[in-house]
Every structure is written in C-alpha cells, then in structure tokens.
C-alpha cells in the first residue's frame, strides 16, 4: 500500500507511519464504537495517510460529510468531527449537535462527541463554539498535525488550494505557518537541515519562522543524522510564467486534461470498457469514470510519467514487446520447475498487462486532444510568448478565442502569459483585452481581473524595459533543439521551454546563484542563505560521490512537469544532486487560475 | 565488622535494626511534650504546632517548620483558630485543619498559600479529628465531627467533599479508625469499641461480628461487597474472649495490610480487605499504645508493626516474642515504605528490618557469596594469601556474579558512607575476576549513593534510604529540594546524573527564578538581570511561567521585562494579554507567525476598545489588518466597509459594492449598488473600473427595457450573450444598437453574427452579411461556421473568398483534397502539402498522391 513512498532517496514512509501513529492514538482515545463526520476536503488528503481499514480497525463504524441541520442516526458510543479550524464549519457543527435540532433524548443513547481539528486547533473556532454554547459537549477537542502529507516516494505535498491565493491576495500567512511547523516536523524525523536557501517574500518568512521555532525548541533536539543536506524555498511568484504553460510531459497532460486530485485521476470510462471480459462488451457501458490511483508504486507509470508525451508511443510499444516476450517464454518452459518459475511470476507479469492496457488507453485518450488543431494553435502561440515573439500586440489568437467565446479561463492562462513574458503590458492592450472578457464573459469578471492584476499575473506595463528577454537568455529558458525521446535538458518537459524555477534549483545546485545576481535581482522579493547549527558529532562524512539531497519547497504549488523536470536532474549521472519536492498543492494552470476566480453570488 | 550486627535484634526469622540518622538540631525546652506534631514521609520536614508556655488568653501558639535533622526553616506564631491537626501534602505543602474545618496551606517556609473548608456543617459541629492522607490521586484530608460524621476529600488540589454516610450507634469520635484506598476507592474503616464498620461513599458496613459465645475463638466477619451481595468470611483467631473492643489501628504505607490493637492486649495483623490473617500477638500490654505503625520492607515475608507507649517502643511480628526499646523521651514515629522513623526531643532513629542481603553478608558466621567476597577483599588489602582461598571458595561454587551482586545491593541499604564504601570496593574487586559481569548495577549504585549520601547531609536533612528513593525517582526529589530552595545542590544533582536540561537543570533554574522574582526589596532592573544571566544559555527555559509568577506578586513591569526573554514569541501573548499589554501582544502574536494567536489577540482588541482605536490598531500592524479583514469578508460583510472606509480604499470599497451588487435581487438596489462603485472607482482613479461598471449599468438598463418591451429575458447575461440572444431572435436592430453603443469591436461581432445566423440555419442571411461589406475576420471562419453546422454545401460558397494563405484549410474543412492539393501545390509550402498529405487516405487518388509527393520534394529542395 505504501511500499513506493520507501522507496526513494529519503524514506518518505517514517512521516506517514508517524501521522498514523497518531492517529490511532486518537481514535483509541475515544473509546467504544466510533462515527466520524467528515469536513469533505479533508477525505483526499487522509486517504493518503489512510484507508477505511485502518479506521475500522479502530471501530469507526459510520462515516459522514459535514453539512448543516441534524446528524443522521447512528448507534455509536462516540462522534468524531474531522474538521478545518474554519469558523463557518463551527456553525455547522454547533448546528448538528445542538439539544434544539436533536432528536428527543430518550432516542438514542447518550453519545460522546470529539472534534480532530486538522491540522492546528483554534482558540478562534473553540471562542465560536462557546458562543454556540456547544464547546461543553465535547469531550476531547484535540489536532491532528497534518501539515505535509507523502505523496510519493520523492513528493509531498500539504494538499492546501487555497495557499496561493491566500499568501500573494490576501496576505492570510497561515499557510506558511503550517509550513514552517511541518518542516519542524520533518526535521525532527529526518534530522535538522543544514543549510536553507530560499528566493521570495514568502519563502524568507518561512526562513525565519522555522529559525525562530529552532530556538524555541531548543532542548529538546533530536539527535539525528540529517539526511536533508539543504533546503531551498521557492516563492510561486517568483515564476509565474510555469504553471500558465500547458504541461507536455504524461503526467503533466492528464493533469491537464482530466486533473489529478489527491493522486487520483478520472478518466472517461468508454476506453476502459474493453478491458473486461470480452463477451460483456456493449452490453452496459460504465458510465460512472474510472477513477485511478497514479503513483510510482504502478511500475510502469513511474517510468513513464515523466517522458514528454511525443516519447510516450515508443515506450508503450517497448513496454508492449517486453510483457508480450515474457509471456512467451512459456513455450520454453520445460521442466516443472521452470514451469513453477513461469506460474510464480504470472501476477506480477499479469499486472503489468493491464497497467499496460490502461495506460495505452489513457495514452489514446490524449493523444486525440494533442493531435487537435486547437491544441497545437493554443501551444503555438504559448511559445510565441515564451520566445517573446509579439508579445507587446493584441494577439489574433486570443482575440478569435474570445470571440468564439472559449472557455474562460483559456483566455486568462493566455492573457497572463502575455502579460508576464512582456513584463507588463501597454496600458491600451492591457484594457482592450479587459474589456473584451468582461463584454464577452460578464461583468463579474471584474473582481477575478481585479485579483490577477494584484498576484501581478497581469499587470500594466511600468517601465518600459521588458527584463523577461534577459531572464530568459540568462538562465537559457528557451532551447530550441529540445529533445523529447532523448532529452538531455530539463526543457524538454515543456517541449522549448525550461521552468525558471528549475533553473533556479539547477543554478543553485551548479555553480551557485552568485554567477546569477544581475537576474536573481529582477525577481521579486529577496533571496538568502541561513544555516542551521547542527549538534556535535552530526556532521555528515560524505563518501567520494555521494550525492547531496536537496529538499525543494514550493510555496503556492508546484506542476507536474516541473516535478518531472526536477527528478530528471536527479537521475542525471553527474548532477550530483538528489531532489525531494514538497509544495503546498501541485497545480496547473487551470486549477491555479480557478483559485483566484472570484464569482459573485448570484441572489 | 562485628560492629555492624551490634545493633541488631532478632525477631523470629528476621533481625531488626535502629540506626540514628540525627542528632536534632532544634532546642526544644520539653521537647515533643505538649506538641501538635507532622512529620512527612520519605524523609520530609517536620511541623510542631507549641502550645504557649502559660495558657492565657493572651499567648499564642508557636508554628514551626523543620527539616528532619531539626533545622529551622519557619517559626511564627499562630494567629488562626484552633489547630485539630497537622499533615503534609505529597509536594510538601504543610495543612492545618482547624476545628472549624478551615483547612489553611502553607509552604516549606511557612508562607500562606491558600485556604478551603471542609464543609459549613462542621463550623458549627468541629472537627473532633482529622487525618491527611496519601493517594494516587494526590493528598487528601479526612475528618470525623461532633455530629460523628465523616467528611472526605481525595484530592485537595482538585476539592470535592464527600459526606460520608452516618454511622449507627456512633456517638462523637469513634474508638479509633483509619482511611484505605482500595480499588480506586477511599473509604474509612472504623472501631467503635466492639464493633468495625467499613464507610465508603454510599453505605456504611458493619465489618467484624464479633460473637458473643465465650470462648469462641472464631469471628465472623461479614464484608459487603455491595448492598445486594453478603459475603461472610471467618475471621481468623485472634482476639481473646474477655477482649472485645479495638483501641488502636493501623494501615501500612501500600494500604494493603492493617493491624488492630484490642484493649486485650492482642495484636492483629492481616490484610486491608480483612481477608488473610498473617499473624496474632499478645504484647502483654493492656493500656492503649499512643502510635501504632507498620514496619514492613516491600518484600519482606514477615508482617511487622511498631507501637510506642509512652516509655516502650515494641516490635511485633510472626512469632510470640517481641523486640522492646525503652523511650527516654517523647516520641513520634512515621512509617516509611520500608521502615519507621522514631522522632524524639534529641535524636532521629530509623528502625527498619535488616535486609536480606545485609544479613547474608553481615550476619555472624555467614557463609553467603557476599559474605565470602567482603571477607576476601579484607585479607586482599592486608595483603594476605587468604584473600585468594576465599575467592577460590567463592569460584568454586561459581557464585563470584552472585557474591558481586549481594555486595553491590547491601551497599545501598547501609547509611554509613564507610560501609558502603567497603561493600563497594569489595564488588569491585570481585567484579575483576569476572567477564561479562554488566557494569551498571554497580555504576549506578554509586551514582545513586552518591546522591543519597549528599541528600542525607546535615544540612539538607532528607534522610531517605535507597528503597525510598528508587520508589519517589530522581525527578521528585529534585522537586524536593527545589521547594527547600536548594537550588546549587539540585543543579549539581542534575548535572551529575547527566539529566535532559529540559528537564533537570533548567527547570531547576525556573523554579529559582520564579523565587527570585518574588523577593520584593530587589529593583527590576537587577532581578531581570540576574535571571537573564542564570537562565541566559539553559535550553528549554519558560520564561513566560517565570513572567506569570512575577505578574501574580503584582510586579507587572518585571514581568514584561522577563517576557523579553521569551524565545517563543505565543506564549508571551496570553499573559500579555492578562497584564492588559494587548498592543504588545499584537506584534507578539505577529511574531509567532501564528495566525491562529493573531486572530485571538485581535478578537480580544475588537471587544476592549472602542472601534476608532481598534481600527487605528491595526492600521499599524498590516499582518493583522489583512487576517482581520478575512475574518470580516466571511464574518461581517459591514466591518470590512467600514474599514476600507477608514483607510481611503477606493479600489477595494469599489469591488465591494460590485459584490454586494450581484447579492441584490431588486435591480434599482442593483444599479444604485453599481453606482456607488463607480464613485469609488473613480475616487481610485480607476478609470477603467468606473467605465466598465457605467457599461455594466448601461447593459442592465438595457435588458430590462427589451425584457419588458419584447419579453425576453435577457437579464444577468453578459454583453456577448445579449447579443447572440438578439440576433439569433431576429432583433438585428436592437443588436445594430447595442454594438454601437458599447463599441463592440468588428472582429468579435462578425464572429458573433456569423454564428448566430449559422445556428439557426439563415443561410440566406448569412450570404448577404457576408457581402455587406469586406469581412475584418477574412472568410475562413465562414466556411468553418458553415462546416460545423454540417452544410458543406453553404461551406463551399465561401472558400472562393479565403485568402491565398487559408486556401488549403478551407478546402480540408469541407472536404476536398484535390482542391487543398491544387492550392497547396500552387503555394508551393513543403507544410501545407504534408497536411494535405497526412489527410490522405489509402483510398486516395494515386496520382494526385504522386503530385503532392512531387511538389512536395521540389518544395524542399528550394
């Protein structure tokens, strides 16, 4: 279940067996059968953490999602909110347990009832709960300290949407709280962190909350051997222009066309149909969507997930020849033992058949969307903007799309490409296409332009120099001859185009951001460098060609493709550096500007 | 060594001993006479309440506090009421309970902590006696009043009283009783002269029958388990025919046994649920002893119980005989989990069973490994060849780890450093001829001695034997002496034992400083000096309880100086905020990072001050103003105008009123809404903004009239939307109207036309407004529209039009190949023609494949 998080560089599975831990810890708390009602953004996340089985274990007999009026009956001794410390879900619950909306007490026999505030408790949610005049009918209010979950086996993730938005719209540093206390958390698992780099406004705040909560834990220092050599904190806003571009590696794509959440995908469920039995076929067509798990623990997608997708075909039909090869050794099969030996590896040759089938479904499934004309004209003005081909003039493609009337949030992952590859954009321009959208698409728009233009997504053009041209040959964003099948640079995951971010983490690693002043300066906010003194005797000896591990934390969300990219520098042979990812939410363009839509309640 | 057995007295199997642990060091004229005396078990202080000298009215009663060698550490005199008794709390707090049932608490210096009372009922009837005693739940106070009833409660620190049940026929304090604590429950066991009840919270039992048929040996005791349930057990022999009633009891450290004294003189010993008999003495004595206590080892197989007369102090066990002490002066004892302390005037004894393994090495003509081993390592510092025919002895037998082990635990029962040194170095030598022996029994042995021996001292006056101090565990008794102030000591204690600093030396420091702060002739300045000195590199250190303790004694501007020193910047918020500093807890909480405390602070400001001020507050703090104005955007849509109102924000009361616009049903409340946006729009400068609302109001007035006017319903749809509603429902004028008024551009309502007359069906239209002028979108996106609504036939009349570069598009879009070849030949693109190419099929015309690929190769080459 969940051997692929043990099996990376760092062993990512110690902090899930620690959030299980306590978990069981509070469930056996309460003791008795159990209930829990479930605040419904919290289910994806703990299903990382863990399955209905583990809950049952612990005698969780029912599971509800948290909504207004009564509680349904259940005959259980205790109930059990898994909530957010928000206050609106305060008033649900207040709502749910108060004497008024229960049943006539002799119904039901007295029940215990708990609130788990994930991740931090509240005094602001427990101050609510007393003015409900609820906060006395709870025996146990406790916090489940779930700040980064393990995704994969290189990956984790705080599964927080709202982070971005928050930290650069609405200056609400929570998020980045939880952060700095979940890389306490991790640095009291994996040994503190020797080094931490960091570029951003809100990457130096990290910086100095996690220095800060150092000196207040000292003392009680754990003595580990740290396996995290450095740490770099990433603001988002230091690369905009990333998650706007359509990811091209496989990953990336399904991201992209169906979205992955807590690593589940839903696909259409028409291709899967033909992989049951094959007299059903026609009879029922499923029309629920096939929902499936995507993680390295599928041997096959780990090694494909990352490849741009134009390399996709030719590593399913490799993959195809192998199994098929496999298969066929039955026929050399001669001795019994042999024959055990073929029987014994059945399953596993069995499985990975039908993750080939899958993926080759999958595969198909995209390809008819990447062969499109939309697709490639979208793609190609994309990479106009990258290289700074007309980026200062009203665009015909946009304008034809929003004539057309396409889907709105195309035209803003556009525009704002636009507006960040030319640094800005004229004024003129700027409010041409503004009121293009709001004629096209409402007026209400406004407050979501109104948020893009405070994120600095979309921006009027300030000066009249546009440094993207420099930021670009300086740190070589763009290069022309990227290689998909062989790909010897990490700008192959957006077939061109080389994420800033990652450069960044490339320059870091070799030969240091000193040779990268001039452009370090043209991005916002501060860039720094703090150590962190480790307790004697902890000094690691690295062994001749060892490699470093790098923690890279992006704060407001990280892409797939950028997630692609940084393991691909991690497999280079003489990268000499290893990359754990951890961000607060793995985004893409779309869900990213989804974040920052404000959409006014109709009455 | 024979010394050492000197004072050793046999009792049936086992030796008992009294050791002097102290010559007193107070000068009490009559010594214990006429004294109110509490002495606190594992070697704690000791409480004499003097009475005065001349009973008058006038004098007063003398409380003093001293340590158990006798060394003053409080004396004041008594101005309270009536004192009943005294007793000690588990953190050696000293309790007075009064006759009135006032309960006063005073620490180790006497200094007044707090008081409780034990009930309104007993300030009429008083206290006849009270008892303090020790529990897992903490200490607990005990009392029986006039009214013969009795009042418990468990946990002083956590008061609730219980009235126990009465007991019949019991008229003012019964003959004697004592309080167990068994099965999580306290209860009192009772004797009023012949008869033994037990009182729990509920009922009280009649316990021993005692049956009147003479010469019965045999008793019954009937024990209710509960009101339903009758057990009846019989008692074991015991009490002699003539006795009847039960003068004295007692309870032993652990609760688990109890020993009743009759006015026969006989002795009973057995276990506290009444069960098992272990023994029965006649002591011959027939007047009631002043104090009876057990005298038991844990482990030990002989029940023992000390009781003192006046002038006998008797050792009672398994067998008949009896081991008796004459008293010189008065004294009191205080059982010890592993033995009694005799407290006199003058001196302070330990009397306690020999352990086995002192009496395997030390008993006269022992032939124990220990034994052996001790006696080797004598002749090996005499140099003598003896010492290796001992040793020999010992191997032979191969019981050198057993000898090694016996010395090693004899040591720690020994109170003079002077053996225990000898036992030690007997180990150690034995230890040399071993491998594999494990090192640390004997390592911490001496670490623990050490420890003990330093506690022990004179000064400090904790005589705690090593039993004892394994049983309290280091922690407590660094506590111990943290509440004698002995902080140097404590300090050094931890840093010997090497304990976490979290946990040892800094919360050592801690509780210094939280005395420090208290001492009221020192100016701030130089305690947040000397603290800041002390604490200065401690790790772990909460300055924020040492700030706490100095804001209780009302010395708040020490305790903000302190809570500088706070490294963790949310714990200084709440006390801050208790010291009403709530600006300062403001930037605290910023600090922290913690939004969480910044909500808090900042829900505290909203209800203190007035809004101005609040308002103006976090103005200067931005962190707090943007969570604050969060909290608002969810919580108090009002507030949040409010504030942007106060700090001139245009752009943002501006997007207010838009959102508000859009909750309003009514549409003259909607524009009017709209309208104040556009002021504030304008106030911002925001020209743009203000415009497009002025549209946004332009396009409303608009819908509503057509909506009124024609029916439809246009209403909420965006300026897009309007239009294809309009022209796909034939109003082309309205349509005309409104891409004037708003400046649609030409590209987008070409577009917009083009489709709406596509979808439904106007072809006719279609060809005409295709020819009303030159098309600004080229004619390409009419053979598209043409194709997507599946017309090939109305498609075609437009590629005609398409420019040279669209050409081969809008032949593929309805389908000609040969025409896309033709135009794609003709433009001679290497791309075009491998589009054209891809589209062809294996059913496509040989030669036309022939060309493209010919055309094609040439394109190349140029």
Known sequence: MSAHLSNGRVNLNILREAARKELREFLDKCAGSKAIVWDEYLTGPFGLIAQYSLLKEHEVEKMFTLKGGRLPAADVKNIIFFVRPRLELMDIIAENISEKNGRPPQMHSPRDFHILFVPRRSMLCEQRLKEQGVLGSFINIDEYILDLIPYDGDLLSMESEGAFRECYLESDQTSLYHTAKGLMTLQALYGTIPQIFGKGECARHVANMMLRMKREFAGSQTQILPVFDSLLLLDRNIDLLTPLATQLTYEGLIDEVYGITNGYAKLPPEKFAAQKKQGEVGKDLPTEPKKMQLNSAEELYAEIRDKNFNAIGAALSKKAKIISAAFEERHNAKTVGEIKQFVSQLPHMQAARSSLANHTSIAELIKDITTSEAFFDNLTVEQEFMTGVDTDKVNTYIEDSIAQKDPLIKILRLVCMQSVCNNGLKQKILDYYKREILQTYGYEHMLTLNNLEKTGLLKPQTSTRNNYPTIRKTLKLWMEDANEQNPNDISYVYSGYAPLSIRLTQVLARPGWRSIEEVLKMLPGPHFEERQQLPAGLHKKRQQGENRTTLVFFLGGVTYAEVAALRFLSQMEDGGTEYIIATTKLINGTSWIKSLMDRPEAP | ?862
Request: charged share 25%; net charge neutral; with cysteine.
């Open chain 2, 1 to 862: 060594m024979a010394f050492i057995t000197a004072n050793w007295n046999p009792l049936g199997e086992a030796f008992y001993r009294k050791i002097e642990l102290y010559e007193m060091g107070w000068s009490l004229r009559d010594g214990l006479k006429e004294c109110l005396v509490a002495a606190a078990p594992y070697g704690g202080p000791i409480a004499l309440l003097r009475q005065p000298q001349r009973p008058s009215s006038s004098a007063r009663p003398q409380l003093e506090i001293y340590s158990s060698s006798g060394a003053n550490m409080a004396s004041f005199p008594w101005k309270s009421g009536p004192v009943r008794q005294l007793g000690w709390t588990v953190c050696d707090d000293l309790l007075c309970i009064q006759e009135d049932g006032t309960v006063l608490i005073y620490d180790l210096f006497g200094a007044f902590k707090r008081h409780f009372s034990m009930g309104n009922e007993v300030v009429q009837n008083q206290v006849l006696e009270a008892k303090v005693f020790h529990s897992p739940y903490g200490t607990g106070v005990a009392i029986v009043t006039g009214a013969s009833r009795f009042t418990l409660a468990t946990n002083i620190d956590d008061l609730k009283l219980r009235r126990l049940p009465e007991v019949p026929g019991l008229q003012g304090a019964p003959s004697c009783w004592v309080v167990l604590t068994q099965d999580r429950q306290t209860k009192v066991l009772l004797a009023n002269g012949v008869d033994l009840y037990i009182l729990d919270n509920t009922s009280c039992t009649p316990v021993v029958r005692q049956t009147q048929t003479t010469y019965s040996l045999l008793c019954l005791i009937i024990l209710a388990l509960s009101p339903l349930t009758v057990c009846v057990f019989q008692t074991p022999p015991g009490l002699s025919p003539q006795a009847c009633s039960i003068v004295n009891m007692a309870v032993s450290f652990s609760y688990k046994y109890l020993a009743l004294f009759t006015d026969s003189g006989h002795l009973w010993m057995g276990s506290a649920n009444l069960k098992d008999k272990l023994s029965e003495v006649d002591t011959k004595v027939r007047t009631p002893p002043k104090q009876m206590v057990w005298c038991r080892r844990p482990k030990s197989q002989q029940p023992s119980v000390v009781i003192m007369w006046d002038r006998l102090l008797l050792v009672a066990g398994e067998c008949t005989d009896t081991i008796q002490y004459t008293l010189d002066e008065e004294s009191v004892c205080v059982a010890e989990l592993d033995g009694v302390r005799i407290i006199g005037g003058s001196r302070h004894e330990l009397l306690q069973e020999v352990p086995s393994a002192c009496q395997d090495i030390f008993k006269i003509a022992s032939m124990a490994p220990g034994a052996l081993l001790l006696e080797a390592h004598k002749e090996y510092e005499k140099s003598s060849q003896k010492a290796d025919e001992y040793l020999r002895e010992i191997k032979e037998q191969s019981v050198l780890g057993e000898a090694v082990r016996q010395c090693v635990e004899a040591a720690g029962y020994e109170h003079e450093p002077e053996t225990q040194k000898t036992l030690l170095r007997a180990a150690s030598f034995g230890k040399c001829f071993l491998s594999n022996y494990p090192p640390e029994p004997f390592v911490s042995m001496c670490r623990d001695l050490k420890v003990l021996n330093s506690v022990r001292e004179y000064t400090v006056g904790i005589p705690l034997t090593h039993t004892q101090y394994k049983q309290m565990t280091v922690q407590v008794l660094i506590d111990r002496l943290v509440y004698r102030k002995l902080y140097p000591l404590a300090i050094e204690i931890c840093r010997y034992l090497k304990t976490p600093e979290y946990q040892g030396v800094s919360r050592v420091l801690k509780h210094w400083a939280c005395c420090k702060v208290q001492q009221k002739e020192e100016p701030d300045e130089s305690i947040a000096h000397a603290v800041s000195v002390k604490l200065g590199e401690a790790a772990g250190i909460s300055y924020s309880e040492i700030a706490a303790r100095a804001y209780e004694c009302g010395r708040t501007e020490l305790a903000i100086k302190l809570l500088e020193f706070e490294p963790r910047s949310g714990e200084q918020v709440p006390l801050l905020l208790k010291m009403k500093r709530s600006q300062l807890a403001l930037s605290k909480a910023i600090e922290s990072g913690d939004t969480d405390l910044v909500y808090t602070v900042v829900t505290y400001l909203k209800n203190e001050m007035n809004r101005g001020d609040f308002f103006m507050t976090l103005r200067n703090q931005p962190v707090a103003l943007s969570l604050y104005r969060q909290f608002c955007k969810h919580q108090e849509q009002d507030t949040l105008k409010d504030l942007f109102n106060q700090d001139d924000d245009h752009q943002e009361l501006g997007n207010f009123y838009v959102k508000a616009s859009y909750k309003e049903k009514k549409l003259e409340a909607r524009l009017s809404l709209l309208q104040s946006a556009v002021d504030e729009y304008n106030k911002a400068k925001n020209e743009f903004a203000a415009k497009a609302t002025e549209e946004e109001m332009k396009l409303l007035r608009f819908q509503r009239r057509l909506d009124e006017e024609k029916g439809e319903a246009l209403l909420g749809l965006s300026l897009q939307e309007t239009l294809h509603a309009l022209l796909t429902s034939n109003f082309h004028k309205q349509a005309e109207q409104l891409y004037r008024d708003f400046r649609v551009p030409d590209k987008r309502y070409w577009w917009l036309k083009l489709t709406a007359l596509a979808e439904k069906d106007d072809w006719e239209e279609m060809e005409k407004f295709a020819k009303s002028k030159k098309s600004p979108i080229g004619y390409l996106p009419f053979v598209e529209v043409c194709v997507k609504q599946h017309n090939k036939y109305e498609a075609k009349k437009y590629v005609s039009k398409v420019t040279p570069e669209q050409k081969v598009k809008a032949h593929l879009a309805i389908g000609d190949l040969e025409g896309a070849a033709e135009a794609a030949i003709e433009r001679r693109s290497e791309g075009e023609i491998s589009t054209v190419l891809s589209r062809c099929s294996p059913t496509t015309d040989r030669a036309l494949l022939e060309r493209l690929n010919r055309a094609r190769s040439t394109a190349a080459k140029k």
